[in-house]
């Protein structure tokens, strides 16, 4: 595709303003018409929604427009509901039909649904309340990341109320065994009490008032396997080094919902840390193809794990490009400002973006 006139910008459609497709919007609004479709009028911060679990953070979100009206990102507030690449259009739940010259696909991931009974991430703003009803225990299943920052935060927000992690294999896996241990330790003096190797399959058959769901994620591509796009066993759309469907070169895939890999780091998994990064270099991809020049292959790896044991209390463990752990941690307090500085520096960057996106590309990690 060659590049269009000042008077004739190609059009880029959007779907979803997570991480992946908020950075790849910015970083493109030079350079295209941007529409964003999204049926939400605000941002979250999914990597703070344990927080907004335990109560200790009211609010987790930013209003879109924040971002969007300094870049003149359009904002379409509806839910994307057909793609049909032969051409080129994305149906809507408010009867639209979009068209697009490029499309990137960038609509994440979900909890695995797991019945009406526990409370998840994406559910998260309704356990406080449930817990400032009185004690009881709360159960959290899930032995990673996620599932080890949601029981750190509710045993320290929470005392009273009895707290438990249950993992179907070690929790924190993929720390050194010294970092492990000493996530453990900090759990269990909050009073946590750990399960470790037992599968659970549904939140009934936990012994528990109320439960939180962290064991698994899926990727949001339904619409996409309905379009044609191929996916990979895991349920993620492939994608070449361009992070391309394989099948539809004018769709783009960023975010947890893309079957990503680099030669550095291999597959990526679903995280916000590879999301922004998957984001910027869909942009780029796109801004080549406009320029006449052939994309480059994406390139990625791995550095840290960060994870926060309350609010006093983290684990950064440093990993190398396959994410593979180093020898190598920080703990206690320096963790957790490390953790926090992390988390902030993320709407950060796309805050500076909205209006600088030149930046982007300047920033180590980002294409």
């Not at 984001?279 to 193809?289: C, D, Q, T």
Request: proline letters at 7%; a positive charge.
């Amino acid at each position: 595709m060659t590049t269009h006139s000042s008077g004739d910008r190609p059009h880029v459609l959007v779907l979803g303003a997570g991480y992946a497709g908020l950075m790849a919007a910015l970083r493109l609004a030079p350079h295209a018409r941007v529409s964003l479709v999204d049926p939400s009028d605000r941002f979250t911060e999914r990597v703070r929604l344990h927080e907004l679990a335990a109560g200790v953070r009211p609010d987790v979100s930013h209003p879109l427009s924040h971002f969007l009206r300094p870049a003149g990102i359009e904002h379409i507030a509806a839910r994307a509901t057909g793609i049909d690449p032969a051409t080129r259009t994305v149906t809507t739940d408010d009867g639209r039909r979009l068209p697009y010259d490029r499309l990137v696909y960038a609509l994440g991931s979900r909890t695995a649904p797991v019945g009406e009974r526990a409370h998840t991430a994406e559910t998260a703003a309704g356990l406080p309340k449930r817990l400032q009803d009185g004690p009881g225990s709360v159960a959290v299943v899930g032995g990673g990341l996620t599932g080890i920052e949601l029981a750190a935060e509710l045993a320290e927000s929470r005392p009273e109320w009895r707290v438990s992690l249950h993992s179907e294999g070690r929790v924190g896996s993929g720390f050194t065994p010294r970092a492990r241990d000493h996530a453990l330790g900090v759990l269990r003096a909050r009073g946590v009490r750990i399960e470790q190797g037992r599968r659970i399959a549904e939140p009934d058959s936990v012994d528990a008032d109320e439960v939180v769901w962290a064991a698994s994620m899926v990727p949001n591509t339904e619409l996409a396997a309905a379009a044609g796009l191929p996916l990979d066993p895991s349920g993620r759309v492939r994608v070449d080094g361009a992070l391309r469907s394989t099948a539809f070169p004018e769709v783009y895939v960023a975010g947890d919902a893309a079957a990503a890999s680099s030669a550095r780091a291999g597959a990526l998994r679903m995280a916000c840390a590879t999301a922004m990064p998957m984001g910027s270099h869909a942009a780029a991809s796109i801004i080549s193809e406009f320029r006449g020049r052939e994309p480059r292959t994406f390139d990625y790896g791995f550095l840290t794990q960060c994870v926060s044991l309350g609010r006093r209390e983290g684990l950064v463990q440093f990993v190398r490009a396959d994410d593979s752990p180093r020898d190598r941690f920080l703990t206690g307090r320096p963790a957790a400002r490390v953790k926090e500085q992390v988390v902030r520096s993320t709407v950060g960057l796309l805050r500076i973006a909205a209006r600088r996106p030149w930046v982007i590309p300047l920033t180590p990690g980002m294409s």
